[in-house]
């Protein structure tokens, strides 16, 4: 089977630029941090989360990597993503839920989630993506799912692509949530 979070990269990479301005929205450990400084290696990435520890696992995981440079760690919610960042994205990435191997209580909740999401398509390039992984697999998942999809939904078609891939089959698995900034406007 496809593995879901690869399909989403891949989108970000047929449009990426390698000086491009690019937002983990969700750092976690640090997996896509370092898969966005590798897609601009002469750009830069913006990385946000609320636990110490992600900041921590993110910075070693960057450090190993020899990018640590190229990438701003911020310890605050992505809700508040334009306290820092000024400039267009050129692509950014949600990956919602828990931080691996931690407390499973702390979670991405659908009301900062969809503050933040809002204001990077303010900030979304034309001819760019957002993507949001989503997790249904616990309650907050599933009502932060369906609040994006709500508020996605209303986006004019005539400015966004906005799709969902998902197992149908399987309604508690991980599904995808893509936005593209239509550039034909």
Known sequence: MIQLLDLAKSWLIKT???????ADFTMGNGNDTLFLTQLA??????????QEKALENTARRLEE???RERATLIYDSHSNLDQYIREPL???MFN?????????VVTTRRETTLKAVEKALRLLKRG?????????????GTLEGEALQAYLAQLPGTK???FVYRLINAPDAPYIIGVYKRKDL
């Open 128 to 140: 760019r993506f957002l993507i949001i992984m989503v997790y249904p697999g616990h309650e907050e």
């Open 65 to 67: 990597a020899g990018v």
């Open 41 to 50: 290696p002469r750009g830069k990435v913006y990385a946000f989360d609320v």
């Open 16 to 22: 990426a630029v390698e000086d491009g301005i690019y």
């Open 90 to 92: 050129d692509g950014g």
């Open 160 to 162: 966004a692509d906005v």
């Open 96 to 104: 919602l839920g828990y931080l691996p191997q931690s407390d499973k």
